[in-house]
């Protein structure tokens, strides 16, 4: 359908869409590509220059494809050919403000797909027996950081995948300059491209309805000549619409001005009618007897706004810094003056950062209006951003000046207590500045900022611009984001990525910036291959003869002995020392330790005898056996490798003057060690309360905790040492009992989860 046939559809006496008010030829090809008629393409790209109403008509559409929508709309009034069929409602993953890999996990979470890959999630939709039916809107509002191009991202990453999925029938919104990239991906045949600013589009009827709806004091307007006579009010309507040249977003400010400041308006006077987004705001200053670039530089902070909005305390030394000059006046005075161009936004502390989950707003919890609304401003349009952009003469040099007033405004530096907005989005704004490397020097702000913005920004520099701390950052930023962790959590993360990175300064600043960090990492070894890890001592004179658990503690007491941590590493490692497997009958069986609490790696390798001076038994692993026996190969051998506990230093001593901790000593320890695929836990025996936990980016392949409190976590990347901060709680009065429900569920959760 045409657009010269939207006024043959009027005639026939159906009712426009009340959302969208026309667009009658672009809802029936939407009707028909949801019905699958035939010939219809799989693929549709709307597009259309910024303002022409996009956004809208998606939502209206999906309105008719909503079961519970469906109830409130009159589809026995609109044109038939419009409405789609009554089916599921499609999968819609919105693309405001998210990361391309957000919007294709969105989409896995909602077909229940078990990818633990990006391609994973193509295959299994392929792979579908029924089709899937997926609608993309506000690609052009993709990420959150606007410098960082994500809806070119989204497009290349995500929707030319998806469309090329045969299975998938797909519907996007996508901006003009990366519509024709997407079409081009796919057969002709199955892809159609709907340009709303095209005449076969284009809906100049619908336009003036949508101004003369606006114009209605029945919805809100204000009761003027020209609004309340009917034939007043749709000739002005008419006069908006042909001089907007097809824009919606030129006519919404036109009306939103004119009913808000209606002082000085003349209907007759076609120089106050704007033909663009930006003579809305110049014509609208000029009639109200204001300077235009005055206006212009009052919006400009919210113009450059990231996430949700700017929080209204910033907008005075934000618009002092661009203009360079004081403002404050200005401000005081025009603000009715703005108020056209303006939205208001009612926020929780967090809710501007873009991608935020709940744990980023309890690592934010102590931050200025933490856990409290606040008012955010922004720009009615992102059109109108970009006009307010493009009229500056220098955009890098205002948000260099912005980046400057933001760091400016961190009480004392200090990130605990900056603003949640300079916390999250300065480095949106360093980074169109070309200064994000200088700022990416402070582990501070690594904890603090919201993973996911600061993770998007980083990826956006090229990585040889990357001083040491950021490429630090940006290889731990996946577990900031996955974990979902507050912001003391990704401090301890941090601490150890730093330690591991040989950035030791960077990880004592973390411990000096306040945080209540749950570990101390003592030391890391880039050891890849590590099987299996067991703590203990090493008494030098002990030998592999016999020798009973009292002479061993006799002799480890007259030695002194040094602590360590056994590794069972493939042999030929460098420094290690091969020895033969147990035996059985040794007592170095699995599963033999006999306190029901003490968890599968609080022990180590519990169900070792200690005190037999074996190299074997001195690697027994976290899993309960004997360190040689998890890792032996051909003729039951097994290389071990000697570590300091406390000090990043390998030993060469043989494993068979190394003494485990008894049973006793384990079992009077503060704490235990439960663990799984990729977690741990470490919790306190007296209170069976977590005091730390551990997320890695890589499967744990050994872990042990000694019984005065260091960890050590075997992963492929290698091993580390923590110390356990946390204070060991005093054992209650009167025993746990270690029977009954209560007991045994918490025991549960401790010992044996290796999910």
Known sequence: MSASEEGNARTAGYTPHPHIGGRTAVLRALAAWRMRWPGAP?????????????SRLVTGFLMMCDPDYRKQLPLDELDPATVPPDLPPPAVPSADG?????????????FGLRAGRTEDV?????????????????????????????PARLVREVLAPLAAVETVQLLADVPRELAAELAATLPSGQVQVIDLDAPEWADPAGLVLHAETALDPDTGAPELPYTTDPSARRALAEALAGRAAGSRLTVQLAVQSLIMQPEGFDPADPALLPGSVGEALDVHARRLGADPQTLRLMLAPLAFAEGEGLPVQLLGPLANAIAGRDMSQDLADGMLLAAPFIQPVEAGADADAAGAGPA???????APGAGSARTLLRLMHPALAEEIRAGLPDVRDAQTKIAMALLEAVPQQDWAQAEPYIRDHLAAHTLEAGLLPQLLTDPGLFAHADPV???????AVPLEALGAPARTYLRTAPLLTRSQAPAEMRAAFLETAFVEDGLTPYA????????????????SAPLPGVQAVTTGALVQGNTESAQSTAQSAEATEAAGPRAVVALVVPEGTPGSRTVSSPTEGTGTEAGTGTEAGAGTGAGAAEGVTEGTGSGQAAAAGADGAGAADVAAGPG??????????????????????????????????????????????????????VVAALVSDAPITGADLSPDGVLVVATGRGVTARQILAAAPAAPTVPAQRAGTTDADASHGLEGDHS
């Open 636 to 689: 039951g051998r097994a290389a071990i490798l000697l570590h300091d506990l406390r000090s990043p230093e390998f030993l060469d001593a043989d494993p068979a003057q190394v003494v485990r901790p008894s049973d006793d000593e384990r079992a009077a320890a503060p704490f235990g060690l439960s663990r799984g695929a990729d977690y741990l836990r470490v919790w306190a025996r007296a209170t069976q309360e």
């Open 98 to 110: 998210r990361t391309a890999a957000q919007v294709l996990w969105l989409l896995a979470d909602h």
């Open 42 to 54: 799989r693929v549709i790209v709307l597009t259309g220059n910024p303002g022409s109403g996009r």
């Open 122 to 150: 193509f295959t299994e939709l392929a792979a579908r027996a029924e089709p899937v039916t997926i609608v993309v809107p506000d690609v052009d509002r993709a990420g959150p950081v606007r410098a960082a191009q994500e």
């Open 453 to 459: 913005v600061l993770r998007a920004a980083v990826e």
């Open 508 to 523: 004592e600043a973390l411990h000096a910036r306040g945080f209540r960090l749950p570990w101390r990492t003592l030391w």
């Open 360 to 366: 980023d707003g309890e690592g934010a919890a102590d």
